[in-house]
T-cell receptor
Framework: DQQVKQNSPSLSVQEGRISILNCDYT??????FLWYKKYPAEGPTFLIS?????DKNEDGRFTVFLNKSAKHLSLHIVPSQPGDSAVYFC?????????????FGQGTILTVHP | GEEVAQTPKHLVRGEGQKAKLYCAPI?????VFWYQQVLKNEFKFLIS????????ETGMPKERFSAKCLPNSPCSLEIQATKLEDSAVYFC???????????FGPGTRLTVL
C-alpha cells in the first residue's frame, strides 16, 4: 500500500529554469510533509517542510505547495542550479497516530543541465 | 554533536552472521528513528526511541532484529542471523520532538553474502 507516491522517476531541467517535483498521498491523516534531497552514498538532507494548516512555504529558492483537497504537494526550485542534481524524496507523517515516523515516496531523480 | 553519526559506513557479513550498527543522535535530540532503504527504493521505517524507551516498533521484524538506546551510549540496531534480503542501507535520524524535523545520518551499508 503505497501511501506516498512520486510518479515521475526522473526530471531533467536546464540551469536557470524552474524545477517542479510532484508528490501525491492517499492517507488523509497526514498533516506534516517534508522534502529531502539525497546525493549518492549520503544520508537524506532536509530541504523544506509544510504543515497541513498552510498551503505554501517558501525558503530561498525552494517553495513547497500543498493542495489538501487533491492530496498533492509539489516542490518548486527557482532558479535551478547544477548542484541541485540529486534524488528528491517526499515524506509525510501523521502527528496524531504515527508517533512521528515518516512515510516516504520512491524518489525523483533531478538532473539540472548547465 | 551537530550531526547524526553512524558507524560503520560499510559492513559485510556472511549469511547467518550477526550485524550491529550504531547511531549517535544530534546532541539534545530526544527521538531516534531507524529506516531501511533497499535497492534505492523508498525508506522503510523500523523503530523509534524516545530517549532510551522504545517509542514505536511497528516496523521491526521481531524475529531477528533488535535495537537499543542506552544512556550515554550510541543507539544500536542488531540483526541476528542475517539473511540475504537484509542487504540494504540503514539510516538513523534524530529529532528534537516526535513531530519535529528528522535529521538523517550518512547511513550504514550492510551487505550480506
Amino acid at each position: 500500500d503505497q501511501q506516498v507516491k512520486q510518479n515521475s522517476p526522473s526530471l531533467s531541467v536546464q540551469e536557470g529554469r524552474i524545477s517542479i517535483l510532484n508528490c501525491d498521498y492517499t492517507n488523509s491523516m497526514f498533516d506534516y510533509f517534508l522534502w529531502y534531497k539525497k546525493y549518492p552514498a549520503e544520508g537524506p538532507t532536509f530541504l523544506i517542510s509544510i504543515s497541513s494548516i498552510k498551503d505554501k512555504n517558501e525558503d530561498g529558492r525552494f517553495t513547497v505547495f500543498l493542495n489538501k483537497s487533491a492530496k498533492h504537494l509539489s516542490l518548486h526550485i527557482v532558479p535551478s542550479q547544477p548542484g541541485d542534481s540529486a534524488v528528491y524524496f517526499c515524506a509525510a507523517s501523521d502527528s496524531g497516530t504515527s508517533y512521528g515516523k515518516l512515510t516516504f515516496g520512491q524518489g525523483t531523480i533531478l538532473t539540472v543541465h548547465p | 554533536g551537530e550531526e547524526v553519526a553512524q558507524t560503520p559506513k560499510h559492513l559485510v557479513r556472511g549469511e547467518g552472521q550477526k550485524a550491529k550498527l550504531y547511531c549517535a543522535p544530534i546532541k539534545g535530540h530526544s527521538y531516534v528513528f531507524w529506516y531501511q532503504q533497499v535497492l534505492k527504493n523508498e525508506f522503510k521505517f523500523l523503530i523509534s526511541f524516545q530517549n532510551e524507551n522504545v517509542f514505536d516498533e511497528t516496523g521491526m521484524p521481531k524475529e531477528r532484529f533488535s535495537a537499543k538506546c542506552l544512556p550515554n551510549s550510541p543507539c544500536s540496531l542488531e540483526i541476528q542471523a542475517t539473511k540475504l534480503e537484509d542487504s540494504a542501507v540503514y539510516f538513523c535520524a534524530s529529532s528534537l520532538t516526535k513531530t519535529d524535523t528528522q535529521y538523517f545520518g550518512p547511513g550504514t551499508r550492510l551487505t550480506v553474502l
